[in-house]
């Protein structure tokens, strides 16, 4: 089969296995979405998996989130399609309707019941490297040429992936994720931390003085805290303290290449998305949500709930609740009302500027 | 010798291995350039190396593309230059002009004739780890401490660089050269795909609902496809799809550090420079261009042929053909016209502003 | 212990070991600053260690460099605090002050007595695959699952670190620090080269031509050249010389996650802080600050001691000593004018533009 001919219907048997399938009357229950207009074979029918709306058939399940990907709707031959209230009456005929406030909560609820978390296969590879000071707790898997040094500790079913190296002392909670080629340091996490593919944890901050003969460096004697629910993407690094600790709080996000400096302190449930980057000492209350690119300068504080928006620079604090963008920062209304004065004023000034 | 004693002539034998020497009629039958003006002793020279025009010597050849550099060109020793039909008669007495409208094309094939790349040295590095059911070609090149999982397909002539991953059913073309820490899951790839070091391909997208206690994931069941000659460059990160698969058309060229988010699809000989982002589902034409650090949201539209400017911020769609640059992005001309019209007005009120 | 009970006060001896104590008369003498006033015990008290401000007990020591932590000092029980000396009468009664011009470079030095970086402990761990025409210094380190290949050479005291790989004919001076998963190829290093895990050095630039097909490779024969000195971050990434190699000055320090071109020739002691890029063939004299997310297209200049602002995107030469911000890049004077001129201008056409 060439590479152009590959089938692109979501859930490769080659990649993934499923489980299911599952009847309406469960899924409801373990979603609490509304079932809306009922179908005939609503009690009989088993879905046997999802799909996006534009493949799905008539025993798949598929949502809509986007009001931009309304004409697929109108299209599509999914059995069961996950909407909001307002939707609901644009679900095609053949298909029912699973109504709910949060279409894209009840879409990650149903999506996990057929394709649930890998566990953890307890078990050591003969080729990892395992010294004999460090604490593994007996159904941990540790994938080929792990490497865990001396006084590292590491709960219940978690998974280390292969090639990923633990340096001394690092303390690990319960049913974390390590992807592979991960370096971790002078951390310590919590439960249900997930760390992706290259991230850099722990190492030195870029801190260092100018002496007479060029610069200096400066130990950096904090560490990473990664407390409970935390995700940190593929080839994101987050530095150590220098003489506090970098934390991330719970349940926090953070997208792949994202760059954290030292002794910064994020709050709860904070997003950061990929290439953005966060330097040393700054701080994040709870909610807060850093797009891609952005940057912030050290030593600010960012209020709960504001918003960063992509490719922003941020050069002073941010207020609770406010929604920044730009370079520097400043209000939404304000960026976007600056960037529209300025594209006519200086359209209108075409006939007198142009040479 | 210490390192400032360092010789910076190109090619140097410890690290590349150079064939040839070949005469000139062996090269202007292998280009099709033209040679011009002829010297007395075209038929009878060897050219031995390239180098750049500041340091190629009477049998090495060099080239000139950028006119900022006509300066070295007037001074060359070099015995044979490649040069576009305007500079032809810029090219001292001395030397030899071989002339193209491409000269980085002719110079691409020359210096490939002296040092073309490395083939795959069959077999499997003693301390690689394989699993029993994963099918791989005898003429493959496995380096050391790689993993290859279960159901792993590689084709002919490939080389899999030390210490990368490769996870369960992912498939791999012909004459791929995969780099040293590579991460690649949940994917397939087409022939001559190239993937620099520490490239993370397939791992979950950022992709999760707001729930009550925090963050839920969504399962990610879409793969990865890298159709013919795909080159993604060092410590870049491709997410797998949500539900489609994420697609990176053939011939396309990625640089470092470079993100591409979930269900991205990308067409023919696109070029996303390095540091650049794509966010998830948005759709890039064929022969796009995307700048270092420029960000694109997602779901839009980029279309044939468009070339998106350096640090630009894309928020919605791009017509094919056009090129915009700016944060928002706006058309060239425009973005350059405003930050003129900016830097004149806050001049011009300098007197009345200034405090 | 739960996580939320974490300890966080610096050098947790889980991952730090402390030297120690010493007396002030030692440190005064290391140092070079001043102690002033005299406390009582000045000559008996032993100093066990370092802490910020918030956290540091009557026997150790903090410092004080940011203003903006001046209502810290009032309150901290710290024995002895490093300050300028416009602030030596801001530190409390109760501590001593260690009063100098630099007290960033006087908490380095201070800190360094502390927490002394790690020697390498000679030996090759048995997992490492060396080949037999690799020259290792007996004195060198070289950690699990490390990749040494032919004719790489390798300095006295060097530690190389789990699971990197270092390429034929790489050459590394002394008491150099290689992180893990390190890729290193195509490079010579000086002396007490530093590079945090991650960091792809040597691979191809990004060069190709293009041919009627697509793009085509040109094969990159120059390398990278890393003087004495030279630090860089994590999951950065170097590119070697196309024609000519890439060189980083003595003492220049790159943060994580930066990207440097093809060619690219840096002088002493420049800094380019995280996420930042430079294209290729650009050149940057001695004493350059480049900050974070700042980009640099090809082929320009910037003069010695020029300070390219966070986010900045630099088209064209940069003169020595000047500072420059915004996209496109100008003095920091002209951008701050400008964004405050336009937000003005926009302000007061509110009546008349809103809709």
Same sequence: chains 1, 2, 3.
Wanted: glycine fraction near 10%; hydrophobic fraction near 40%; include cysteine.
């Amino acid at each position: 089969m060439s590479i152009e001919q590959e089938n692109h219907h979501p859930g490769d048997s080659r990649f993934f296995s499923k489980s299911g399938p599952y009847t309406i009357e469960y899924l409801v229950k373990e979603t609490g979405a509304q079932l809306t207009p009922p179908r005939k074979d609503v009690d009989t029918v088993e879905f046997s998996g999802i799909a996006p709306l534009q493949v799905a058939t008539s025993t798949e399940i598929s949502f809509l989130d986007n009001k931009r990907y309304l004409p697929l709707l109108a299209e599509t031959k999914a059995g069961l399609v996950i909407v909001a209230p307002a939707f609901a009456d644009k679900v095609p005929e053949a298909s029912a309707a699973l109504v709910t406030s949060n279409p894209y909560l009840v879409w990650a609820k149903i999506a996990t019941l057929f394709y649930p978390k890998d566990k953890a296969k307890p078990g050591v590879h003969p080729t990892a490297y395992i010294h004999p000071d460090a604490v593994i707790d007996p159904s941990v898997e540790v994938q080929p040429f792990a490497v865990i040094m001396n006084n590292v500790h590491i709960g219940k079913e978690c998974i280390i992936g292969a090639h990923t190296v633990i340096e001394q002392g690092v303390q690990i909670g319960e049913y974390c994720r390590i992807g592979n080629h991960v370096s971790l340091s002078h951390a310590v996490l919590g439960d249900r931390v997930t760390l992706y593919s290259g991230a850099r944890i722990g190492q030195d901050g870029f801190g260092f003085a100018v002496g007479d003969k060029g610069f200096v460096s400066i130990p950096q004697i904090g560490k990473v805290v990664l407390q409970n629910d935390v995700e940190v993407g593929a080839n994101s690094t987050i530095d150590r303290g220098s003489v506090r600790d970098t934390i991330i709080g719970e349940g926090s996000r953070l997208d792949n290449l994202v760059q954290i400096g030292h002794n910064v302190q994020m709050g709860r449930c904070c997003i950061v998305v990929s290439q953005a980057g966060i330097s040393g000492s700054t701080q994040l209350g709870d909610f807060v949500t850093i797009a891609a690119q952005a940057g912030l300068i050290g030593h600010i504080h960012i209020g709960d709930h504001a918003r960063v928006g992509a490719q922003c620079g941020v050069m002073s604090d941010v207020e609770a609740k406010s929604d920044v963008i730009g370079s520097p920062a400043m209000p939404f209304k304000e960026f976007f009302k600056n960037v529209a004065f300025l594209r006519r004023m200086a359209k209108s000034s075409k006939g007198k500027e142009d040479n």
